[in-house]
């Protein structure tokens, strides 16, 4: 690493430690005390990737020396169907992804595939969003699974793989299936979803990250919109501007 990626690393760790100071900044119940910017937002988004990345790493290493087979593969995009929500930060990341001219295909075909599965899943990230910002869990929770039952590839997704797949959600890099991926989508026969890996080093620092990138949102934001944890395929789109 050199001496400017170390001072990187340390400023974001800072950052992040800052942010998951108070609950509040997370709650909006207390404003972070500065604006934290749209670079800041996304590298910081990039580095919460990259710790999850070691996180899953050591949980398969945990997986295999329990014997358990993780079934996900590359190609697999059985948990695709899933309506992922985000906050800026994670948003940001993969908009400047799509804005680098080496992933000019990847951003033509999220543009194409975003109209069709817009009208397929018509007002539902308005009405999850607006249900998360409500503070509505359990309505949260059911109109999630309604959306995942309708079968709605993500508009990420390109002929069974994730365009974005460096900077994909950290919701995306957590799942998991052990032994199979057929319970993976909605409504199996069997009525059975499929089994995971409690790894509570990687279950904490989920929590902690995403409490981060809620902080981080709410300092990004005029205070209209905070809290306001998107699908993201939308946030996305509204910041590529097309
Ligand atoms: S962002 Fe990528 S991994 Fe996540 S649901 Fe969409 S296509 Fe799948």
């Not at 695709?80 to 001219?101: G, H, N, S, T, W």
């Not at 951003?107 to 990230?125: C, T």
């Not at 959306?147 to 390109?158: D, E, G, K, M, S």
Request: hydrophobic share 45%; net charge neutral; proline share 6%.
């Amino acid at each position: 690493m050199t001496a400017k990626g170390a001072t990187d690393d340390a400023r974001l760790g800072e950052l992040a430690a800052e942010l998951a100071g108070k609950a509040s900044y997370a709650t909006g119940a207390r404003p972070f005390p500065r604006p934290v910017g749209d670079e800041e937002c996304s590298a910081l988004a990039a580095a919460l990737a990259a710790q999850v990345d070691l996180g899953t790493a050591a949980r398969a290493r945990v997986a295999s020396e329990s014997g358990f087979t993780i079934a996900c593969r590359e190609g697999c995009n059985a948990c695709c169907e899933v309506m992922v929500m985000v906050y800026r930060p994670e948003a940001l990341a993969i908009a400047r992804f799509l804005d680098r001219p080496e992933n000019a295909a990847a951003r033509a075909a999220f543009l194409a595939a975003y109209r069709p599965w817009r009208v397929a899943v018509g007002d539902a990230p308005e009405r999850l969003t607006d249900r998360f910002v409500a503070g509505d869990p359990v309505g949260y929770d059911a109109l999630h699974l309604l959306q995942f039952r309708r079968r709605v590839l993500c508009a990420f997704n390109h002929e069974g793989r994730c365009t974005i797949y460096p900077v994909r959600p950290l919701g995306c890099r957590n799942a998991l299936a052990l032994d199979t991926h057929e319970l993976c989508a909605a409504d199996h026969p069997s009525g059975r979803a499929p089994a995971a890996l409690a790894f509570v080093p990687l279950d904490r620092f989920m929590q902690s990250a995403t409490k981060v990138l809620r902080a981080a949102h709410n300092a990004n934001r005029p205070s209209e919109e905070r809290h306001r944890q998107e699908s993201v395929c939308v946030a996305v789109h509204r910041i590529t501007g097309d």
